[in-house]
């Protein structure tokens, strides 16, 4: 804990606001509670310079979370009171952005049966727009109302009170004109404001009943606290004159880190993300609309994503969790549970649009400021953000929680929100919550647009392609762990899918349905087998850790030193998870890994690159396999990729037999022990699903989690094995690698050569039938109706997995000369319901 973080947990008897008070006269006036709710600060503000800081919003001061909640759901424990159980029904609450979308979401708990919509400043492409306001006095003035249901701010009956929600009531502008536009386009008879304090001055007050009298509606106020600040004559430039100058001498002393008068940050380590499992289909909060039955669905899955975060955390002593602008209630209920799991001292507080004077005074209210850019492609632009008393506040651990549009190459960007926070504490964790996009591509706008130029126009957006989800993770999609792997796929669990191998063959060869559009039963691997396999990974665990190490070495020397690891589901995902491992072994990187399908003759999953594209930079996308046959995804994946700006085409494998790559781990063609297997190497995932009555236009592709081979997987146990072996092959990988990248590696294609004289030599003409390599083989042997292997003559142990499954199959295996690969196999080239194996004939011609 930093010296003043000790400092202001034992001492805490200076208001924060008797700094700003002193120099510019202003008195903060109002009721007992009222200053330890509010503080003091001073902004760059042309309409008003000073800044109230509430202590229990949850902005710009870190409070407990059970703090900031309980202070909004007690207010709508009042307006529950105040309007009595029939009104309460019928009620809805509106919050205000940016500041009150959290309290207003707490007051629609307390309130307990009320829907929450909150004003946004942030357009959603397809939602069309049902009205609008402007705030007289912030940073950021302009207000969209997006809701889902256009029928949530429509009064039925008309006697349904609207419950408006703002941090603070001063001039009452902003409520007050809200209240008119909105009572033009959906008139009622009720309205209840609800504030944390009333600080309107004698003048203002007399406002509120006027205004009532003229639209013809009770209009009630509840707040916790209220009071006035008496501004002397002359205060707003004044005010200026002194942010000014205060700014010019923390420019000549501070260093330049991002933050007001801090020492320099230390490079940023890469966060590690922590996958939350939050429940599908509940919104990230009230933008389109927060219903009670989304209420209780969140409710009961917030104490399990409390687990994982508390898990994460470890032995953390003071832990922020640190929320986004708008996104205020979700990271807030993540703070209150996370108070009933952790032993740690946790606080709350969230980012902000709004600049303030940073002052390390503790009779200032805003001691440190963080600056870093935007990172979610706001509507008005790029600009700086900001996080408030933070820095100096002894975190232990920063939990950031953004929502999916905000998850951003900006955001971890070298200046990024994420760098920033790691120059102030050993601890930073990222939690991302899927963005919500309601399922309907637009609302149909009231039919008359108000006529006041407080109100936005209603004029539909353009429509786009919705928000695609977050991607799937272990323990809820695949045996790996949440961190070693994002699979950018739908989850076709509940799905039939698989058909008999030789029905599928048919239908495959006869043109009838391409291989994707269905699954071959998942091969169950007999006691025998299974001895193999290990028998297979412990002699050539230390030939794949090489290989992995100079693969990865090469790709972090050559393409990015932070690369984002995209595999190709399946048989590139275990490597991307053993390049992930190497990474964090060498040199503590956290990389990210995500696992797409690639389809041959469909290409890739382009909404897959859409997703990677909105959350990456492209250019530090590296694609990886396992191994190359002959090219044919190579090829695929770089005409797949010719339509799509930045993302550089080249695979990274393990093993390139084939020569039909420049980064790669080796060119011998070897065992790979992840090959003797399918799902249950690989995660218990399936192959890649690609079918038109399953994957729309904007879905991603799909596969299945076989939950129920959990008895059998091993697909830990491979990347354990293989990892425990890195220590050993250092000095191997860095001398292959220093060779690696002295020589020339361009592609020879030399597999691709093989395989079309093997298809003509054997009388089979068709490229697609001859699958060369141990790999390529062996998943013919265990997916398809294979007819012979051409076996190297004098290759050893490598192929003891083959000979068995051939055995098993009854399919010829023939040693060869002059083979560039181990092995090859030959799927049955005319393949008819009833024919196994050698029992075929090759055809003459196709």
Excluded at 492 to 517: K, M, N, V
Aim: hydrophobic letters at 40%.
């Amino acid at each position: 804990m930093s010296e003043r973080a000790k400092r202001e947990e034992t001492v805490d008897v200076v208001w924060t606001g008797s700094w700003v008070a002193e120099r510019l006269g202003v008195e903060l006036v109002g009721d007992g509670e009222l200053r330890d709710l509010l503080g003091l600060a001073l902004r760059r503000n042309p309409k008003r310079a000073h800044l109230l800081v509430s202590n229990v919003l949850g902005k710009h001061v870190p409070q407990k979370p059970s703090v900031v909640y309980g202070a909004g759901f007690e207010l709508g424990e009042r307006v529950r009171d105040l309007l009595g159980e029939a009104e309460a029904r019928q009620a809805v609450v509106l919050g205000y952005a940016e500041t009150a979308t959290g309290l207003g979401h707490a007051v629609a708990d307390g309130l307990g049966v009320a829907p929450y919509l909150h004003s946004t400043r942030r357009p959603v492409a397809g939602v069309a727009r049902a009205g609008g306001f402007e705030e007289s006095h912030s940073h950021a003035t302009s207000h969209l109302l997006l809701p889902e249901d256009p029928a949530l701010l429509s009064p039925t009956p008309s006697g349904a009170p609207l419950v408006l929600v703002d941090d603070e009531f001063s001039t009452g502008n902003t409520v007050l004109n809200t209240i008119r536009a909105l009572h033009e386009l959906y008139p009622r008879e009720r309205y209840v404001i609800v504030a944390l304090a009333d600080m309107r001055s004698v003048e203002d007050r007399g406002r509120l009943t006027e205004f009532a009298d003229e639209i013809g509606a009770r209009v009630d106020l509840v707040a916790r606290s209220a009071g006035t600040v008496l501004l002397p004559e002359g205060v707003l430039e004044r005010g200026q004159s002194l942010v000014a100058a205060q700014e010019a001498k923390q420019d000549a002393t501070a260093p330049g880190s991002g933050t007001a008068g801090d020492a320099s940050a230390r490079p940023a380590p890469v966060p590690a993300r922590i996958e939350l499992a939050w429940p599908a289909g509940i919104p990230d909060g009230g933008r389109h609309g927060f219903t009670p039955e989304h209420r209780a669905a969140l409710e009961a899955a917030l104490p399990a994503m409390a687990a994982r975060l508390d898990e994460a955390l470890g032995d953390a002593r003071r832990v922020l969790v640190l929320g986004f602008e708008e996104l205020m209630y979700a990271p807030l209920r993540l703070g209150t549970a996370l108070e009933q799991v952790s032993a740690a001292e946790v606080r709350y507080s969230t980012t902000t649009r709004s600049p303030v004077l940073a002052l390390d005074d503790p009779g200032y209210a805003i001691r440190s400021r963080l600056v870093f850019p935007a990172h979610d492609d706001p509507a008005d632009g790029p600009g700086d953000r900001y996080a408030y008393n933070v820095a100096g506040a002894g975190f232990d651990a920063v939990v950031a929680v953004v929502d999916s549009a905000a998850d951003t190459p900006a955001l971890h960007a070298p200046d990024g929100l994420l760098a920033r926070l790691a120059a102030h504490t050993d601890h930073v964790l990222l939690a991302v919550v899927p963005s919500y996009t309601p399922p309907c591509a637009a609302a149909s706008p009231p039919a008359a647009v108000p006529s006041r130029a407080a109100v936005s126009s209603q004029v539909a957006e353009r429509q786009e392609p919705p928000m695609l989800p977050e991607p799937l993770r272990g323990p809820v999609f695949s045996s790996y762990a949440a961190d070693d792997v994002g699979w950018l796929l739908q989850d076709f669990s509940d799905t039939e899918l698989e058909a008999p191998t030789e029905e599928r063959e048919e239908a495959i060869q006869s043109g009838g349905a391409h291989y994707a559009e269905s699954l071959p039963v998942e091969y169950q691997p007999t006691p025998q087998y299974q001895d193999l396999f290990k028998a297979a990974l412990d002699t050539s665990a230390a030939r794949v850790a090489r290989a992995v190490g100079t693969v990865t070495e090469t790709v972090l020397a050559e393409r990015s030193p932070r690369p984002v690891l995209v595999s190709l589901a399946r048989a590139g995902t275990p490597v991307g998870v053993l390049m992930r491992r190497w990474a964090q072994y060498r040199y503590g990187l956290d990389l990210p890994h995500y696992a797409v399908s690639i389809v041959r003759g469909r290409g890739i999953d382009a909404n897959a690159l859409r997703w990677l594209a909105a959350h990456h930079d492209p250019a530090d996308v590296v694609f990886v396999d396992g191994w190359t046959g002959k090219g044919a995804i190579t090829r695929e994946l770089a005409a797949a990729l010719a339509e799509f700006e930045g993302f550089n085409p080249e695979i990274a494998v393990l093993a390139d037999p084939g020569g039909c790559v420049r980064t790669y781990g080796t060119r011998e063609d070897f065992l790979i022990p992840s090959a003797c297997l399918n799902s249950t190497v690989s995660g218990l995932i399936s192959r890649t699903v690609l079918r038109a009555d399953l994957v729309g236009p904007e879905d991603f592709h799909g596969a299945k989690f076989y939950r129920e081979l959990a008895a059998t997987d091993v697909s830990g146990h491979f990347i354990d094995t293989v990892a425990d072996r890195f220590g050993e092959v250092v000095d191997a990988v860095d001398a292959d690698v220093k060779e690696l990248l002295a020589a020339d590696r361009a592609p020879t294609w030399e597999g691709w050569a093989a395989v079309e004289r093997i298809s003509e030599e054997y009388g089979i003409h068709d490229v697609n039938l001859v699958k060369p390599g141990v790999g390529e083989t062996t998943r013919v042997l265990l997916r398809r109706v294979p007819w012979k292997i051409l076996a190297k003559r004098g290759a050893g142990a490598d192929l003891d997995h083959v000979r068995l499954l051939a055995e098993q199959r009854g399919v010829e295996v023939e040693e060869v000369d002059e083979l560039p690969y181990t092995c090859v196999g030959l799927i049955h080239p005319q393949f008819t319901r009833g024919a196994t194996g050698a029992d075929g004939r090759a055809v003459a011609a196709k």
